[in-house]
């Protein structure tokens, strides 16, 4: 795992001396909301409907046992005993006090954490797969590079006031874990002809106009990274749009020009602004790489342990994945059980599970853009004893990748945005396929709901989207289908007239009678969808 | 108010609407916008001046690009300080079209934003007397510790 150099400390201590002096001037009138508001939300701290928000980075979704044990105390100290974890590898808090976020943030700080860049019009938290580095596929682990493109997009002075956000996510798998093509920018870590270099997108996202990203470059070398990054980043910082806030992603500046003129204009500023002093040299390349060495050293021929209880065979095929060491195993651990809001984490929970990384996985646990948690390196054997802990905690739901795995934002139970309430529909939905034999039997299945139209519960990628809409005061429900996030990525269709809350799941029941009805052997509910066409499905659900 | 880093400087260059004024005052050193730059070049250029150009922030530098030569100040003018345009343009001034005289901020710039300023080329901003103390600040808590170059 990274660790914090003096330059990092030093860096993060600053800003929260910075931040201070910043809610100091809020307070006393130096500055207006208008001005304090991108300053700290630039740290983090939003305001949403009840209280103020404060979203915690996890750099491409890595914790160690100690930083989960902080945001445990956190959760009890400063908000409600719990914590949310998000589609961006993320941790919100809630409830924060304004005067208590200083503090929030120097106790953040003694454990090499910290909020910045989580929210603003800046290059946010760095996103990535969060099988890197122990799946036996991946071309290369991508989670240094996440880390040198972490510390070359903190306090950018030339990225800080961009028109709107930027995300950025990298994958070294051909399977795509980390949505990079519903990002600002992906990359993707590919081998041609023995180098190893990114195929580079640009342009992707969800919100109001869904984008799916388009490639910009097939082979980009290693030491021109960064200078590439600032290519794309000058251009969108100089044409992006700033006359309108739902106009001004880099997805639009994309659609609106076209994929050869960005292209061309990335590559122009590319050439006329490579600065040598930014490209990179294999020497710190290699120094990033030290840190992120697998805890495992050897291949072993240990055990899964064989018990005969139900609950614990259907943990072991649904939330256990092969690790690339022989004789251990990634555990997912599901955030989403029956009736309970997706990602939500207890602080006792949080408390638990620091002690149990550090137990059964070298104190290492990662958050996934599907707002579930991961303990990346179980020996085998002790697989059963871990399954019997995690129960105890009410974190062995068996659903991992299953209908009732949902991604889904806050909704109008929180956020000032939302038209709808979108966490009770995941929990109906958790309660009405609750059990494992009929989640099992429908296989694998993404529905993803947002409360609205900024798309935060990533509906348009849903294999089942579903977005929450406000209709003369009753909230209604809108269904796309076909959606996806990986390296086909899809946006979803919209398949008709929207539905009441009390006909949502009769709605989505019937969905998946007539993918039931008509599915092949073996057939995911996605590919099926894409060989039937959405027709098939309209039919049969407004018949 | 002008703010050099940490030194409060004179500004000879006083700002110029139309060309009628900038006749009958005889300056030596006076700020056009860009619009008028455009319009008057040539009239502009007979006199001996200490040229200074301001552009807003949401002009672009396309129109000077060969006229930089002219210019001992170009001063941005920030529309609002969330529009970093500026940012990139001063970068570009300096690294692509190597100016090397002075370049300012003006408008609507908080002094949280001065290090970014000062290091994507900016030399100076325009600031009211009464923030000079929190500008200042923001001088004395940069450690001089970055990520980039």
């Known amino acids: 795992m990274y660790k914090y150099t003096e330059q990092d400390k030093k860096i993060v201590k600053n800003r929260t001396k910075e931040f201070k002096f910043q809610v100091e001037r809020r307070i006393n009138g130096d500055l207006t909301e208008e001005e304090f508001k991108p300053l700290r939300l630039m740290n983090g701290l939003y305001l949403q409907l009840h209280a103020y928000m404060l979203r915690v980075a996890i750099p491409y979704g890595e914790l160690s046992d100690i930083q989960l044990n902080k945001l445990a105390e956190i959760a009890d100290k400063y908000d409600k005993g719990y914590g949310h974890f998000t589609t961006r590898q993320n941790i919100q808090f809630n409830w924060p006090k304004l005067l208590d976020v200083p503090d929030i943030l120097s106790e953040l700080a003694e454990v090499e954490m910290h909020a910045i860049q989580t929210s603003g019009n800046c290059i946010r938290n760095v996103s990535c797969d969060h099988l890197a580095g122990i799946n036996s596929e991946e071309v290369e682990d991508p989670r240094p590079w996440c880390e040198i493109i972490r510390k070359w997009s903190t306090f950018h002075p030339e990225f800080s006031f961009l028109p709107r956000k930027f995300k950025i996510a990298v994958t070294g798998s051909e399977k795509d874990r980390a949505a990079i093509k519903v990002h600002d920018i992906g990359l993707k870590i590919v081998k041609k002809l023995g180098t190893i270099g990114f195929e580079v ?239 099992e039997k429908i296989g694998d299945l993404k529905i993803k709901i947002s409360g609205c139209i900024n798309a935060c519960g990533h509906h348009h990628v849903g294999n089942i989207g579903i977005l929450g809409l406000d209709k003369n005061g009753e909230e209604s429900y809108q269904i796309t289908l076909g959606g996806s996030a990986t390296e086909k990525a899809s946006i979803g269709q919209i398949v008709g007239p929207s539905f009441s809350t009390e006909n949502l799941i009769p709605a989505i029941e019937r969905i998946l009678k007539t993918y039931e009805e008509n599915k092949k052997k073996n057939e995911d509910f996605l590919s099926a969808f894409n060989r039937l066409g959405i027709d098939k499905f309209k039919e049969d659900l407004y018949k | 108010m002008i703010l050099q880093r940490d030194k409060v400087k004179k500004n000879p260059f006083q700002i110029i609407q139309n060309v009628d004024e900038l006749v009958e005052m005889k300056k030596k050193s006076i700020l056009i916008t860009l619009d008028l730059w455009e319009a008057q070049k040539k009239l502009i250029t007979k006199h001996k001046f200490n040229l200074g150009l301001e552009i807003a922030s949401d002009q672009s530098l396309g129109p000077i690009k060969n006229d930089l030569h002219y210019f001992k100040l170009i001063q941005f003018k920030f529309i609002t300080f969330k529009d970093g345009r500026p940012f990139s343009l001063a970068k570009k001034l300096r690294r692509s079209y190597n100016f090397k005289n002075e370049i300012r901020g003006s408008g609507h710039i908080l002094p949280d934003q001065y290090i970014f300023l000062l290091r994507c080329g900016f030399d100076s901003v325009e600031i009211e007397e009464k923030n000079l103390e929190t500008w200042l600040k923001f001088l004395e808590m940069d450690k001089g510790i970055y990520y980039q170059p």
């Open chain 1, 201 to 439: 997108f640009v342009g992707g996202g969800q919100g109001r106009s869904p984008y799916v990203a388009k490639k910009i470059n097939d082979f980009l070398e290693k030491k021109d990274l960064l200078n590439y990054l600032e290519a794309i980043l000058s251009v969108y910082n100089e044409l992006g749009r700033r006359d309108n806030i739902y106009k001004a992603r880099i997805k639009i500046l994309v659609n609106e020009l076209g994929q050869e003129k960005i292209k061309e204009l990335v590559d122009e500023k590319f050439e006329e602004l490579s600065d040598k002093s930014l490209e990179l040299n294999q020497n710190e390349i290699n120094n990033i790489f030290n840190f992120f060495k697998l805890p495992i050293e050897k291949k072993t021929n240990s055990k899964v342990p064989i018990h005969s209880d139900k609950e614990y065979n259907h943990w072991l095929q649904q939330n256990v994945i092969n690790h690339k060491i022989r004789g251990h195993s990634i555990v997912v651990i599901s955030l989403k059980p029956p009736g309970k809001p997706p990602g939500d984490a207890t602080s006792s929970q949080m408390r638990e599970l620091s002690k149990i990384s550090k137990d059964f996985s070298y104190g290492e646990i990662r958050v996934t853009h599907e707002q579930n948690l991961i303990l990346p390196h179980i020996l085998n054997s002790n697989l059963y004893e871990l399954w019997s802990r995690l129960k105890k905690l009410g974190l062995s739901t068996p659903n991992f990748g299953l209908i009732t795995d949902t991604i889904c934002c806050p909704g109008l139970d929180y956020c000032a945005l939302a038209t709808a309430r979108s966490i009770p529909i995941s929990q109906k939905i958790s309660n009405h396929f609750k059990e494992y034999s009929v989640q």
